[in-house]
């Protein structure tokens, strides 16, 4: 499972970063809400077409491309990510459990329906082809419920793991800091990389104290080795 501090390596500002320039003045916890957008649709979408230039200028970094790895040589891995930045795919990923959504797709705030296409259209935010609802970032807001498939298909690889790896999370944000706690409780070996201390760090088996960037990379070439061998 990974978080935030993997893609801050790459320059995106992990969510409670302090904004910057025009948004200096506000907060993310107020803005990442259904009720910021029902009071002020126009103000939410500009903050997230802001959130999405900051994404599109950074790079999968050495850390993404290792999980990349791993995955080929370990084909049962499941990557679970808190990110909405759509980093691990851009790095080759294919089959990744979004656990807060992704930040590059569009949904109806009405209907809930994903548009085919991308609206022709300068109207911010713009309105959905099927109910003429307005269209909003496919993420999951506060207060909201975490996807239902994404929760159980998260829930499923983690009962069944061996190695759970909790790479840049601050394990503080439940359901997802439940998952590793639930590996322990199935007897999984629980690796935690982080460059801070967190709740999970004194339950994880072995802590790898530094950057996802330098640890995941020396992780996939151990398991190479042993794969080859």
Same mark, same amino acid.
């Given at each position: ?52 230039? @900051? $994404? ?10 290792? &999980? ?18 759509? &980093? ?25 329906? $994903?548009?085919?296409? +991308?609206?022709?259209? +300068? ?11 307005? @269209? ?13 498939? !994404? ?13 759970? &790896? ?12 439940? &998952? ?8 999984? +070996?629980?690796?935690? $990389? ?6 999970? +760090?004194?339950? !994880? ?13 020396? $992780? ?10």
């Amino acid at each position: 499972m990974t978080g935030s501090g993997i893609s801050a390596e790459s320059g995106v500002p992990t969510f409670r970063d302090a904004q910057t320039g025009l948004w200096a003045n506000y907060r993310a916890e107020e803005l990442a809400t259904p009720q910021a957008f029902t009071d002020n649709p126009r103000l939410v979408w500009d903050w997230y077409c802001w959130r999405r230039e @900051l $994404i599109h200028r950074a790079q999968p970094n050495a850390g993404h491309r290792a &999980l990349v790895t791993l995955a080929e040589l370990k084909p049962e891995l499941a990557l679970i990510t808190q990110n909405v930045d759509g &980093l691990h795919q851009r790095a080759g990923n294919s089959n990744v459990v979004e656990f807060h959504g992704n930040i590059e797709r569009d949904k109806c705030f009405a209907c809930n329906r $994903i548009p085919t296409g +991308t609206p022709d259209t +300068t109207e911010r935010p713009p309105e959905c082809e099927t109910c003429g609802g307005l @269209l909003r970032p496919d993420v999951v807001w506060f207060g909201e419920a975490i996807p239902t498939a !994404a929760l159980e298909t998260a829930f499923r690889a983690t009962d069944s793991c061996e190695v759970f &790896l909790s790479v840049g999370t601050s394990a503080l944000v439940y359901p997802a800091a439940g &998952l590793a706690e639930a590996a322990a409780s199935q007897g999984a +070996t629980i690796v935690e $990389i982080n460059t801070n201390s967190t709740p999970l +760090t004194s339950v !994880a088996d072995y802590v790898l104290q530094g950057s996802a960037a330098y640890w995941l990379p020396a $992780i996939a070439a151990s398991v190479q080795t042993l794969t080859t061998h």
